[in-house]
């Protein structure tokens, strides 16, 4: 199936550990975003990679760092976890072009104890 | 800056009834996209509509209409005789331009609840 899909679903961790979130998507589009979801349901976007480049970096701490090895792959590393991190995140992919309605994956949700 | 304003928090209405998703935005831009996303209890984020700043025509879709004002920086969402399955999260969102990997800038959610 032509999808977003992301991995691990649920990641649950300890405060100070390192975790990486995969996202792969195989609808050939060009463009990639992190989103990250809080507790109250607030979506905000991180990260937006076009062509393997990055284009928004939203105000994240240095400790969240994505990294895209292709167009079809944007995987997010975070270092020295914090509570404050325990969110549901979202990946998405696009055409290039704010006109493009952008899919989204199932979503990780991240528990930091 | 771009922002969405949703200003229904949560609401409850009983199957059958209509219910009106209310989304007001702002932007500087003359070129802008506006969304619909649904977000049911399983989590996952549906795309269900996309409006362009030129295109003021109101859409309809089975049950689902949208209604966008310009002069009141207005994209409302109406579902016709609701059902139990609409139950969900809705986001209205607003991108600008045509830069590439323009951001979502997402509303608060209502969360919309049908009761049987």
């Given at each position: 199936?032509?999808?977003?899909?992301?991995?691990?679903?649920?990641?649950?961790?300890?405060?100070?550990?390192?975790?990486?979130?995969?996202?792969?998507?195989n609808l050939g589009h060009?463009?990639?975003?992190?989103?990250?979801?809080d507790s109250k349901k607030?979506?905000?976007?991180?990260?937006?990679?076009?062509?393997?480049?990055?284009?928004?970096n939203e105000t994240v701490?240095?400790?969240?760092?994505?990294?895209?090895?292709?167009?079809?792959?944007?995987?997010?590393?975070?270092?020295?976890?914090?509570?404050?991190?325990?969110?549901?995140?979202?990946?998405?992919?696009?055409?290039?072009?704010?006109?493009?309605?952008?899919?989204?994956?199932?979503?990780?949700?991240?528990?930091?104890? | 800056?771009?922002?969405?304003?949703?200003?229904?928090?949560?609401?409850?209405?009983?199957?059958?009834?209509?219910?009106?998703?209310?989304?007001?935005?702002?932007?500087?831009?003359?070129?802008?996209?506006?969304?619909?996303?649904?977000?049911?209890?399983?989590?996952?984020?549906?795309?269900?509509?996309?409006?362009?700043?030129?295109?003021?025509?109101?859409?309809?879709?089975?049950?689902?209409?949208?209604?966008?004002?310009?002069?009141?920086?207005?994209?409302?969402?109406?579902?016709?005789?609701?059902?139990?399955?609409?139950?969900?999260?809705?986001?209205?969102?607003?991108?600008?331009?045509?830069?590439?990997?323009?951001?979502?800038?997402?509303?608060?959610?209502?969360?919309?609840?049908?009761?049987?």
């Amino acid at each position: 199936d032509t999808a977003v899909s992301q991995t691990p679903k649920y990641l649950v961790t300890q405060m100070g550990n390192d975790k990486s979130i995969k996202c792969e998507q195989n609808l050939g589009h060009d463009t990639m975003y992190w989103y990250k979801q809080d507790s109250k349901k607030f979506l905000k976007i991180m990260f937006s990679y076009n062509n393997k480049e990055l284009i928004i970096n939203e105000t994240v701490p240095n400790r969240f760092s994505p990294k895209s090895p292709d167009k079809a792959h944007l995987n997010l590393h975070i270092n020295s976890l914090e509570l404050g991190d325990s969110a549901v995140y979202f990946c998405a992919s696009s055409h290039q072009g704010g006109l493009n309605e952008q899919f989204f994956g199932p979503g990780t949700r991240l528990t930091v104890l | 800056a771009q922002k969405v304003t949703q200003a229904q928090t949560e609401i409850s209405v009983v199957e059958k009834e209509d219910v009106t998703l209310d989304c007001v935005y702002e932007t500087r831009d003359t070129t802008y996209y506006l969304f619909w996303y649904k977000q049911p209890p399983s989590g996952e984020l549906v795309f269900l509509i996309r409006r362009n700043s030129f295109d003021e025509q109101n859409e309809i879709s089975g049950r689902y209409s949208w209604n966008f004002q310009k002069s009141t920086s207005s994209f409302n969402f109406t579902i016709t005789a609701s059902q139990v399955v609409d139950s969900a999260v809705y986001f209205c969102a607003l991108s600008e331009g045509e830069t590439s990997g323009s951001r979502l800038t997402f509303g608060e959610g209502t969360q919309l609840t049908v009761n049987p």
